[in-house]
């Protein structure tokens, strides 16, 4: 059972930054936060991951609240091919195991 | 320079045969896994071995039978197929600890 709740779905404008919510309520002391997409037919794709402070890579930004119980994910400037479910994951980062939940729906429009 | 690559992409048969998919990774990962995407589009993991050693079993029938010949390889078997085997079915690969990089998948229907 995935231990994260994302919004199902959210629309997001060409160009805008998208901010996609998780929370975690119940995290683990040890537990990363990650942050998976897939592209429509594709395998799922990484895209960051964070213990405790914010995280920034050339995909996205991930912003971790003080208490670790929820985060967000931000897409700076949304594309077209950022269209995909993202998926919010809790991992001990140990052997890997990820619980994949529903994800959120993201689509891009022009 | 495909980093994790599946065989086939595509895998159509009946009920009752037996079945292979392969994976392959060239990214000197340790740690390969399999998932299962059903048509309601859950991921859920089969599968994890590390330096060919099993450390991942999830409740999986004893139909489906993992192997990795080395560190590099990770194929799945399944006997006796089911319809309800039909899903796509997703290789990844990593070091054991941090992101995974998955492959492209393969698609199962057991007619």
């Known amino acids: 059972d995935a231990k994260t709740t994302q919004p199902p779905s959210m629309d997001c404008a060409e160009g805008r930054a998208a901010n996609l919510p998780c929370n975690h309520s119940?995290?683990?002391?040890?537990?990363?936060v990650y942050w998976y997409r897939q592209i429509h037919s594709q395998g799922p794709q990484y895209i960051i991951h964070?213990?405790?402070n914010n995280e920034t890579n050339e995909m996205a930004s991930l912003i971790i609240t003080e208490d670790r119980k929820s985060s967000t994910l931000i897409l700076p400037h949304a594309t077209l091919r950022d269209t995909a479910v993202y998926y919010c994951?809790?991992?001990?980062?140990?052997?890997?195991?990820?619980?994949f939940g529903a994800g959120t729906q993201v689509v891009v429009t022009p | 320079d495909t980093a994790v690559s599946q065989t086939p992409k595509y895998l159509v048969t009946q009920m009752g045969n037996d079945k292979s998919i392969k994976c392959e990774q060239n990214?000197?990962?340790?740690?390969m896994y399999w998932y299962k995407q059903d048509s309601k589009k859950f991921l859920k993991i089969m599968f994890s071995?590390?330096?060919?050693?099993?450390?991942i079993n999830e409740t999986v029938p004893n139909r489906f039978s993992p192997k990795s010949p080395d560190k590099a390889h990770l194929n799945l078997h399944i006997n006796s197929l089911e319809l309800g085997d039909s899903a796509v079915y997703f290789c990844?690969?990593?070091?054991?600890?941090?992101?995974?990089?998955f492959g492209p998948g393969t698609r199962l229907t057991v007619t």
């Open positions: 990844a690969s990593s070091f054991s600890t941090g992101e995974q990089y």
């Open positions: 119940t995290i683990s002391g040890n537990e990363y």
């Open positions: 964070g213990l405790k």
């Open positions: 994951i809790l991992s001990t980062d140990s052997w890997g195991k990820l619980q």
């Open positions: 990214l000197g990962h340790d740690t």
């Open positions: 071995y590390n330096n060919k050693e099993l450390i």
